[in-house]
């Protein structure tokens, strides 16, 4: 069946630090990939998607490229604030389960 | 504003209580899906619905019910079956696809966060 593995957390940056958070995927078809985020005492938004191979989806400064090859979505950002301090889940659109996420702590 | 609306925001409910937390949409979509968070985990499926009058078991549905009357509400009812309801519940909706499965995005409510005193 389709799954997702992502990186396990905690992840502690310091403020303008790169940040990567890896995730694989193994489904049968071309899913469309997501990246959601929530914030402390709230529900998960989407970040960014993707949905085909070698898509990069963008926003808020994070990114994440579909690649086929290696059946991975990694996120990524240049240079992270303590605003972006969160929980990361990857996903699939033809899976409604989610990972445990990546909690993301970035210190001034 | 489109989205989804979770009430309560905070709930307690003494051992032995049935509680019920709504979740109201008016985005249009035909799928709905609750989810349990417990703290530092993820999000764990606890029942969905595609269509109206039709729901199906998540992973955890013991010891909850759910009904889909309307398009827009999917209320959760967190029996007292439920040995350890204390975690904070999520509701979404998605345009669904063919196949029972859901083809973009999911928007998700605020929470509903229970307390068994």
């Known amino acids: 069946g389709n799954s997702v593995t992502q990186m396990e957390g905690p992840v502690t940056l310091s403020e303008e630090a790169f940040l990567t958070i890896n995730c694989t995927y193994t489904?049968?078809?071309?899913?469309?990939l997501f990246w959601y985020v929530q914030y402390p005492g709230e529900g998960l938004q989407l970040l960014l998607k993707?949905?085909?191979?070698?898509d990069k989806g963008s926003n808020k400064g994070f990114e994440a490229t579909y690649r086929k090859e290696t059946t991975s979505f990694h996120l990524e950002k240049g240079s992270v604030q303590v605003s972006d301090s969160a929980v990361y889940f990857c996903?699939?659109?033809?899976?409604?389960?989610f990972g445990a996420g990546t909690r993301l702590t970035v210190k001034p | 504003d489109g989205g989804i609306t979770q009430s309560p925001k905070y709930l307690f409910r003494k051992e032995g209580q049935n509680v019920t937390l709504s979740c109201e949409q008016n985005?249009?979509?035909?799928?709905m899906y609750w989810y349990r968070q417990d703290p530092g985990q993820g999000l764990r499926l606890i029942y969905y619905?595609?269509?109206?009058?039709?729901?199906q078991k998540g992973d955890i549905a013991e010891g909850y019910s759910v009904s889909r009357e309307k398009k827009e509400s999917f209320p959760l009812t967190v029996t007292s079956a439920q040995k350890n309801p204390t975690a904070f519940y999520l509701c979404?909706?998605?345009?669904?696809?063919?196949?029972?499965?859901?083809?973009?995005?999911?928007?998700f409510g605020e929470g509903s966060r229970l307390t068994v005193l």
């Open positions: 993707a949905t085909k191979a070698d």
């Open positions: 979404a909706s998605s345009i669904a696809g063919s196949g029972g499965s859901h083809t973009g995005e999911l928007f």
């Open positions: 996903a699939l659109n033809s899976d409604m389960r």
């Open positions: 489904a049968t078809g071309y899913p469309s």
């Open positions: 619905s595609q269509i109206v009058n039709d729901f």
């Open positions: 985005l249009n979509h035909d799928a």
